[in-house]
C-alpha cells in the first residue's frame, strides 16, 4: 500500500466508455443493496425474531454508513489510484453480502449490513473524479446519463425482482444475488477504471479524523430525519451532535481546501439547489402513495405500478438529457429541467378523491420526464463547476446533498400531512411544501447564473 498523497490520473481527453459503464453497473449495485432489501425484511423479523422497528436498521445500518463516507471517499477520489479503491470498495461489499447472507444473528447481520455500507459507499464518493478521468468535457452530459440510466432502470428492475428471489430463495437469497453482482462489478472496474498504478493507499491520520467528522455529522444529521415524527428528543439530540461534529470538521486545517470549494457562490449554489430539489421524493415517497392508498383505495401492488411512471419518465428523458446538456451546456438545460419540474408538480398539487389512476400516473410521468431533464444535467454542471484536481470532492458533496435533500423531503411532507383536516386536505398541504422546496431550488439554480460557461471554483 501507498500513502494517499499521489495524483490521481488526469482529466480525459478521450472517452472510455468501459469505464463509465462499469461503475454505472457498480453504483447500481451498491444502490440496490440499499433499497431491494426492504422486499425481505418480514422474512428478516420472523428469522430472527425482532420487531419491525428493529428491522428498520437493516436499511439503516447500510444507508448511515454509505452517506457518511462520501465526503472522505472523495477527497480520497482527488489523490488516490482509482482503480484500486474502486476495486476494494467493490470487493469489500460483495464479501459483507457473503457474511450478511451467512450471518447466524441479528447482530452480526446489522454489523455485516455496516461494513458493507462503509467501505462499498466508497464507490459513491468517488464516482465524479472516475467520470471526470474517462470521460471528455464534450462526452460528459451524455457520460453522466449513461450512468444515471443505468441505476434508473436497474434500480426498477431490482425492486421488482427482489420479491421473486425472496420468494424463491428466502431472504439469505437475496444477498447472495448482490454478491454475484459485487464479484462482477469487481471484475468490470478492475478491467476498465484508470489507474495511476500506485496500488492501495494507506489512510493517515488526517483521513481518519475527516471521516470521523464530516462522516459522523452526515450520519447524524441523516438519522434525526428518521426519528423526527416519532422520536423528536432523539432527533434533537441527532442534530447536536451533527452541529458539532461539523464544526470540528470545519477547523480542521485538512478540511481547508473543501471547504473554500463551498463557498464558491457559483458550486455552493448549485448543492443547496440539488438539495431542495431532490426533496421531491416528499411527493413520491409519502404524498403520493398515501394519498393512493388511503384516498383512492388503491392496493399495494397498484400504488408500485402508478409510481413506476415517474421512474419510466426520468428512464426515457435521461439519453435525452445528457445529449442536450453536451450540446447546449449543462447549466442551461439543468435550469430548464428545473423550471419544467416546477411546473410539473402543478397538476399533482390539485389531484383528489375524483382523480383517476390513468390520470395520476399521467401526472407521475410527467414529473418524471421533467425530472430527467435536470437530473444528469445537473450532476454534469457540480462536476464542471469544480477544479479538475477537486472532482473527487465535487462528486462526493453532490452524492451527499442529494441524499440529504432525498430525505428531508418525505420528513416535510409527513409534517404538513399531520397538519390537514383530512386525508386529502394532508396531500394538499404536503404536496405545497414540496412544490415550495422546488421552487426554491429553481430560484438558487438561476442564481448560479448556469447558462455560462462555469468557472472552475
Known amino acids: 500500500m501507498t500513502t494517499a498523497t499521489n495524483a490521481a490520473p488526469e482529466a480525459a481527453t478521450a472517452t472510455r466508455w468501459g469505464a463509465i459503464l462499469a461503475v454505472g453497473f457498480s453504483q447500481l449495485v451498491v444502490a440496490g ?98 467520470v471526470v478521468t474517462s470521460s471528455a468535457p464534450e462526452h460528459r452530459g451524455r457520460a453522466m446519463s449513461a450512468i444515471a440510466l443505468m441505476m434508473t432502470v436497474g434500480g426498477m ?32 472496474v478492475a478491467v476498465a477504471v484508470p489507474s495511476n498504478g500506485t496500488g492501495l493507499p494507506r489512510p493517515d491520520r488526517a483521513l481518519l479524523v475527516d471521516t470521523a467528522t464530516s462522516g459522523g455529522a452526515i450520519a447524524s444529521f441523516l438519522l434525526a430525519f428518521e426519528y423526527v415524527d416519532t422520536t423528536p428528543w432523539i432527533a434533537v439530540g441527532a442534530f447536536a451532535v451533527s452541529v458539532l461534529l461539523a464544526t470540528a470538521w470545519v477547523r480542521q486545517p485538512s478540511s481547508a481546501p473543501t471547504v473554500g470549494l463551498l463557498r464558491s457562490p457559483q458550486l455552493g449554489g448549485a448543492l443547496l439547489s440539488l438539495t431542495l430539489l431532490s426533496g421531491v421524493t416528499g411527493l413520491l415517497n409519502f404524498s403520493l402513495p398515501y394519498l393512493l392508498t388511503d384516498v383512492q383505495g388503491a392496493r399495494p401492488e397498484l400504488v408500485s405500478t402508478v409510481m413506476l411512471a415517474f421512474i419510466g419518465g426520468v428512464a426515457a428523458m435521461t439519453p435525452v438529457a445528457g445529449w442536450l446538456a453536451d450540446r447546449f451546456g449543462p447549466g442551461r438545460v439543468s435550469l430548464v429541467g428545473a423550471v419544467l419540474v416546477v411546473g410539473a408538480i402543478v397538476p399533482l398539487i390539485m389531484v383528489g378523491e375524483d382523480s383517476g389512476l390513468v390520470g395520476l400516473a399521467s401526472r407521475i410521468g410527467l414529473l418524471g420526464l421533467a425530472y430527467g431533464v435536470f437530473n444528469s444535467p445537473m450532476n454534469t454542471y457540480l462536476l464542471a463547476s469544480a477544479p479538475p484536481e477537486q472532482s473527487g470532492t465535487a462528486g462526493a458533496f453532490m452524492a451527499t446533498t442529494r441524499t440529504i435533500g432525498s430525505s428531508l423531503g418525505p420528513v416535510l411532507a409527513a409534517l404538513a400531512w399531520g397538519l390537514g383536516a383530512t386525508a386529502v386536505d394532508g396531500y394538499r398541504l404536503s404536496a405545497w411544501v414540496v412544490a415550495a422546496m422546488l421552487v426554491a431550488g429553481a430560484l438558487l439554480q438561476a442564481t448560479t447564473k448556469p447558462w455560462r460557461t462555469p468557472a472552475a471554483a
Open 33 to 130: 443493496a440499499m433499497s431491494s432489501i426492504a422486499v425481505a425484511l418480514p422474512l428478516i423479523r420472523t428469522e430472527f425474531g425482532v420487531s419491525e422497528a428493529a428491522t428498520a436498521w437493516v436499511l439503516l445500518a447500510y444507508a448511515l454508513p454509505v452517506g457518511a463516507v462520501a465526503i472522505a471517499a472523495g477527497r480520497l477520489a482527488d489523490r488516490a489510484d482509482l482503480r484500486a479503491v474502486a476495486v476494494f470498495s467493490m470487493a469489500a461489499l460483495t464479501v459483507a453480502s457473503v457474511a450478511a447472507a451467512l450471518a447466524p444473528s441479528f447482530g452480526l447481520l446489522l454489523a455485516a449490513r455496516a461494513v458493507g455500507g462503509l467501505l462499498g459507499g466508497l464507490l459513491f464518493g468517488m464516482t465524479g473524479r472516475i
Open 157 to 188: 428492475g431490482m425492486v421488482g425482482a427482489g420479491g421473486f428471489v425472496v420468494a424463491a430463495f428466502d431472504w439469505q437469497g437475496l444477498f447472495w444475488v448482490f454478491a454475484v453482482m459485487g464479484a462482477a462489478a469487481v471484475a468490470a
